[in-house]
């Protein structure tokens, strides 16, 4: 099993910035990421980031998001500039373990953009 705690987030205003922050617990071979699901919308893929520092984005949040991981701490970030009413969703954390694909999740955390 892999726990994931995630804090961070918030209501923020259009342009500003926020840092959400997930720490796993249980297995450091895993693949780390974000997902996100809006009202009334299914729930899409933000950020994934590999041991390597490999990462890749979906296309909205390019040049906005970055994603990290501090390997050491086995903790993944989402730094999220100019941020905008549209990124209002909740937030997840996630992590699939590398030997057998098995996905965890953590338990989510709102973020509101206002405009």
């Known amino acids: 099993q892999v726990q994931l705690v995630e804090s961070g987030g918030g209501l923020v205003q259009a342009g500003g910035s926020l840092r959400l922050s997930c720490a796993a617990s249980?297995?450091?071979?895993?693949?780390l990421g974000w997902y996100r699901q809006a009202p009334g919308k299914q729930r899409e893929l933000v950020a994934v980031i590999n041991s390597g520092g490999i990462a890749t984005y979906i296309d909205s949040v390019k040049g906005r998001f970055t994603v990290s991981r501090d390997n050491g701490k086995n903790t993944v970030y989402l730094q999220m500039n100019s941020l905008k009413p549209e990124d209002t969703a909740v937030y997840y954390c996630?992590?699939?373990?590398?030997?057998?694909?098995?996905?965890?999740w953590g338990q989510g955390t709102q973020v509101t953009v206002s405009s």
């Open positions: 996630y992590a699939q373990r590398i030997y057998d694909n098995s996905l965890f």
């Open positions: 249980g297995s450091s071979s895993v693949r």
